[in-house]
């Protein structure tokens, strides 16, 4: 075991936090084919797509969650989401602190990696932090969402549907144990606001939220808190300006409603891209301009080291700033008073680079394997690699090739663009450095 336990951390972190997911799906998979799992026989594909799907939150199916899924399959599908939202990792480490076994420096600093802190001190008290975090946050979102439910589905069905979703909101997932997921609650205010609460919670990032715990002033929150909580606040509030303007007088989503509830559907369809992959109206019925803006939120994606997916919003934030800067000839970009450094601008270019050459890579073989609309294709592969789950309708279409695409695009996609690259890397050392030549560009 001690001898195992060696290997095991001498792993990178990337290659660990592949590893977990993996034993997540490969459970998963095994867990779903069981008979008690399902209504209906169900393929080792499609098994192995619903388990992917789960542990990598995003909520894309291929098979209806609430009729092909007995409670049973759909408690494991519940379970899968958890642990691919929080971590397994973390679970596991969480686990150890409370059976009073010792966490070593080696095994803190695989934690400080795993939620990109730049120490390993003060790791642990942000693991106890975040569990804690998660615990009153779904356990108040579970209470809200029963009182609503349980007259309207009974006591049982009440409270299970309150679970889930209350799981997969907060963990970005975006599965339902309803065929049309929220359709039916477009209406209902309280729904709509616990379910965006818990998935903008969950999105901001727990370093966000640790920040927030022990910073109660403006001015002594980290940059990235800053960024993060305006980021969030202008993006949300944009998006639903532009989203209730498009989608204004379509009489197959928000048209016939009136002012109030146009406003509520909006909000919803607004902050629900950016990984959490809920929808209260008809996504395939949306105009193709909503879409496409739907498209830049889904590969935007919410905050670092949290349940969402993407690039990351700081990302985005930072190439604009580096962006503009360079274009107002200013020596670094410079925000809340503080300025920017070279190495976290590189890593932002790099980051949007290498999503953009996956999106466009799978959108071109996807066009090869299925025969579907573009913006049907592209928009489901924006879903895949932002985690997010929302689709116009071509999951349950896709081939067997389409379906290993996805499964990969999404695995690709929670782990994060930096990541995987990382992973087929091949680390790269040398003292020697060459003279600098000049390329023009633009």
Not at 165 to 179: L, Y
Not at 188 to 203: E, K
Not at 314 to 322: G, H, K, M, S
Not at 413 to 439: C, D, E, M, S, W
Request: glycine content about 8%; cysteine-free; proline content about 3%.
């Amino acid at each position: 075991m001690d001898k195992l336990k060696k290997v095991f951390f001498t792993i990178s972190p990337p290659k660990i936090l592949a590893i977990s997911f993996l034993v997540i799906i490969a459970t998963g998979t095994l867990l779903l084919k069981l008979p008690i799992s399902t209504t209906e026989p169900l393929s080792w594909l499609d098994a192995l797509f619903t388990a992917t799907s789960a542990t990598t939150v995003t909520g894309l199916i291929v098979v209806d969650t609430a009729t092909s899924f007995t409670r049973i399959g759909q408690i494991f599908i519940m379970i899968m989401i958890q642990l691919g939202g929080i971590g397994l990792m973390t679970f596991a480490f969480f686990t150890l602190l409370i059976i009073g076994r010792k966490i070593s420096l080696k095994q803190r600093l695989f934690l400080s990696e795993s939620f990109n802190q730049d120490h390993p001190g003060g790791i642990i008290r942000l693991i106890k932090l975040l569990m804690l975090f998660v615990f009153i946050v779904e356990l108040t979102a579970f209470f809200i969402l029963s009182i609503v439910w349980i007259p309207k589905y009974g006591f049982g069905d009440g409270l299970f549907h309150s679970l889930f979703h209350t799981i997969s909101a907060f963990n970005n997932a975006g599965f339902s144990t309803w065929t049309n997921n929220l359709i039916d609650h477009v209406h209902d205010p309280i729904i709509n606001l616990v379910i965006t609460a818990l998935f903008i919670l969950g999105g901001l990032g727990f370093t966000v939220i640790a920040d927030l715990r022990l910073n109660k002033n403006w001015r002594a929150l980290s940059l990235h808190t800053k960024l993060m909580l305006s980021g969030t606040l202008v993006i949300n509030v944009i998006s639903v300006l532009v989203l209730f303007s498009l989608e204004y007088s379509n009489p197959n989503t928000i048209g016939p409603f009136n002012d109030f509830n146009k406003l509520i559907a909006s909000y919803f369809q607004a902050v629900a891209p950016r990984t959490a992959g809920f929808n209260t109206i008809d996504i395939a019925s949306m105009e193709d301009a909503s879409l496409m803006y739907t498209m830049l939120l889904m590969f935007i994606g919410g905050g670092t080291g949290s349940t969402a997916s993407g690039v990351k919003l700081t990302t985005v934030i930072v190439v604009i700033l580096a962006t503009y800067s360079f274009l107002t000839t200013k020596e670094e970009p410079v925000i809340f008073e503080r300025s920017i450094s070279r190495e976290v601008i590189t890593r932002s270019l790099s980051i949007v680079s290498i999503g953009i050459v996956i999106v466009f890579t799978f959108t071109f073989l996807l066009t090869i394997s299925e025969n579907a609309p573009f913006l049907s294709i592209l928009f489901e592969v924006i879903s895949a690699f932002g985690t997010v789950g929302l689709s116009t309708g071509l999951t349950g279409s896709l081939s067997v090739t389409g379906k290993l695409l996805i499964i990969l695009l999404m695995f690709i996609g929670r782990l994060g663009p930096l990541t995987f690259a990382f992973l087929l890397a091949k680390p790269h050392q040398t003292n020697i450095r060459y003279p600098k030549g000049n390329i023009y560009t633009g």
